[in-house]
């Protein structure tokens, strides 16, 4: 007919199955409502379940669930085409009532007013939910601006997501009307796959809007059109709103700007992705953080480009061996702040504190810690060229850069191990804070250790006003050892040869030797490889010889690896071997008459 109808299902506390698909849908002229009414039924939909108004009136459907009702479907569709302009699809789940949907789920405008997909009141009592093991797209294609689409999440409901969560606008026709996920109170929206945001019209068409203490975790990426149609918005009013990026593979932290007045606001962030490969996380752009951010389980990948910074009064977690920043982190402020650093499955933070000469909200650090061996470093001072500033010794296996980049406070400097063994800390009696002040000059800033032998940090003496390298120092050759106790390292012309003869005290998870030599002292090739003994607590000889060593001044140096990779060099050793030549003369004895000449050059 062409008149108003209503249709209800009541569905309370009993059960409506369909072994195949069930459609539901108005193609008529007229005024009227479809409406399944449920308090603690169960509809149970074997195949897929389709909410259709493309009809030519105004048209109202309504799902209402109220007490703890379910429904469950493999496909779930709902889509307005109808021409009549005045339609609307309402699905609202409310209390403890559940959707589950084992496949997709499609909504979707075509024509027609607003779908509305609400979980609570805005109450704080509902713990509704939505649970989509496939993807869930939002479709607005509506022609006329005040179309809507609004799924709103509120009170402790939650929203899974086990794919794709898609949000896509055309905005045609004068432009889309409001396309909003809302999430309030304490909602939980959990995207197992990319949060895609397509929207190539402009400002202001696409948005998630989070409120309260409400939380979105990301599985995958926020992906949006490329620059300059990279719109989409996720909006935060409360600094209480949490963004987690909890993937099980790797994810990229997304870029906070995005085209004209859209971009991502973070307030609190966390990081808890437990991908099996470092980093974990890549960020796609330079990101600044005015809240805090949580490192609970993956590593983060920034650089001097895509750089992550910290605003004044932002806050970090110090991180763990399982969760750091590996790459330069920023932290604008004058206040006391850990880096949570770390490299290669390292985990080293730095902190600065205690800050004197009028630190300033606007100062700003900059570090990034290393594991490996700066060049400046050194195993004995007594074989150490520049200045070391009774320093016996300086760590060859880590370093941090520690830089100020705006301001004039000067703080302590703390530096952290996490795993003595690792950093090759046997007391920390001994133990202060190297500072590379010069090009080969070392400055000893004293050092108060605190924490346990097995984990703790050693905080400078002083306070720093100039800043380059830092890493840890030993005053005494008695603790501290290195990986490798080297006693003496010696390269000896010997003839048309050259000899190489090197000892150790001690070795700790030593792999092997490598001598190297170069014809500039910066350029070097491999010569020989040796096995290390592993571990060794008594003195060892090792010799190898260079059988084809270079004409004239050539250098010398010991490469030292171990089992994990990491290595470290010894100081250079020249040798001076004067090119000479021979000449030889064969076959000898000669019983045919026939001499051969050959004229050779050491060396070559």
Same mark, same amino acid.
């Given at each position: ?52 108004? +493309?009809?030519? %009136?105004?048209?109202?459907?309504? $799902?209402? @669930?109220?007490? /703890? =009702? &379910?429904?469950?479907? !493999?496909?779930? #569709? ?120 397509? +929207?190539?019209? %402009?400002?202001?068409?696409?948005? $998630?809007? @989070?409120?309260? /203490? =409400? &939380?979105?975790?990301? !599985?995958?990426? #926020? ?131 205690? @800050? ?249």
């Amino acid at each position: 007919s062409m008149g108003a109808e209503e249709v209800v299902l009541n569905l309370d506390n009993g059960d409506f199955n369909v072994d195949g698909d069930f459609y539901w849908f108005d193609t008529k002229a007229g005024t009227d409502v479809i409406e399944a009414d449920m308090d603690g039924g169960t509809m149970t939909i074997g195949d897929s379940l389709y909410i259709l108004a +493309n009809g030519n %009136g105004a048209m109202d459907f309504f $799902i209402d @669930m109220d007490g /703890s =009702s &379910t429904i469950n479907a !493999g496909y779930f #569709v709902a889509e307005l085409t109808g021409q009549g302009g005045n339609e609307e699809i309402l699905i609202d789940i409310d209390n403890s009532s559940v959707i589950n949907v084992t496949n997709n789920m499609l909504c979707q405008i075509n024509t027609g007013n607003d779908f509305e997909l609400h979980l609570g009141q805005n109450t704080g009592s509902s713990t509704a939910q939505l649970n989509v093991t496939g993807d869930l797209t939002l479709d607005h294609n509506g022609a006329v601006g005040a179309d809507d689409i609004q799924f709103i999440i509120n009170d402790d409901a939650i929203v899974t997501i086990g794919g794709v969560f898609t949000m896509d606008t055309d905005g045609s026709a004068g432009g889309a009307g409001n396309f909003y996920t809302r999430l309030n109170n304490n909602a939980i929206l959990s995207v197992g796959s990319n949060l895609v945001m397509d +929207n190539t019209t %402009g400002s202001g068409y696409l948005e $998630i809007e @989070m409120n309260n /203490s =409400s &939380t979105l975790r990301l !599985g995958g990426n #926020v992906v949006r059109n490329s620059a300059p149609n990279n719109f989409g918005l996720i909006s935060s009013s409360a600094t209480t709103t949490t963004i987690e990026y909890n993937g099980t593979g790797a994810q990229v932290f997304a870029d906070e700007d995005g085209a004209g007045t859209d971009g991502i606001e973070y307030e609190l962030v966390i990081i808890n992705n437990t991908f099996g490969t470092e980093p974990q996380l890549t960020m796609e752009a330079p990101v600044t953080l005015d809240n805090n951010i949580t490192f609970t389980d993956g590593v983060l990948q920034t650089t001097s480009v895509n750089i992550l910074s910290l605003a004044d009064n932002a806050t970090a977690t110090i991180g763990s061996a399982d969760s750091y920043v590996s790459g330069p982190l920023s932290k604008t402020g004058d206040d006391d702040f850990v880096f949570p650093l770390g490299k290669s499955g390292n985990w080293a933070p730095l902190g600065i504190s205690n @800050m004197i000469n009028g630190p300033a909200a606007t100062d700003v650090f900059s570090a990034e810690y290393f594991s490996g061996t700066h060049a400046q470093t050194f195993l004995d001072s007594n074989d150490y060229a520049g200045d070391n500033d009774d320093l016996f010794n300086t760590s060859i296996v880590e370093y941090w850069d520690l830089s100020r980049d705006n301001g004039n406070a000067e703080p302590q400097v703390s530096l952290y191990w996490g795993d003595n063994t690792a950093s090759f800390i046997t007391d920390t009696a001994e133990l202060v804070v190297a500072h590379l002040t010069g090009a080969t000059a070392w400055t000893n800033e004293g050092g108060a250790a605190s924490g346990a032998l097995a984990a703790g940090n050693v905080r400078s003496n002083s306070h720093i006003s100039s800043f380059s390298v830092f890493t840890f120092g030993s005053t005494s050759s008695a603790v501290n050892p290195l990986p490798i106790e080297l006693l003496s390292f010696d390269a000896t012309a010997i003839g048309n040869i050259v000899e190489l003869n090197w000892s150790t005290a001690s070795e700790i998870d030593n792999a092997y030797f490598t001598i190297e030599r170069s014809h500039d002292a910066y350029n070097f090739s491999e010569v020989i490889t040796i096995p290390g003994a592993g571990d060794s607590q008594q003195i060892l000889a090792y010799e190898a010889v260079d059988e084809r060593p270079l004409s004239g001044t050539s250098y010398y140096r010991l490469k030292q690896t171990d089992v994990d990779g990491n290595f470290t060099y010894s100081s250079l050793r020249a040798v001076s071997f004067n090119a000479s030549k021979q000449l030889a003369v064969f076959p000898n004895p000669n019983e045919t008459g026939e001499l051969f000449f050959n004229q050779t050059v050491d060396g070559m």
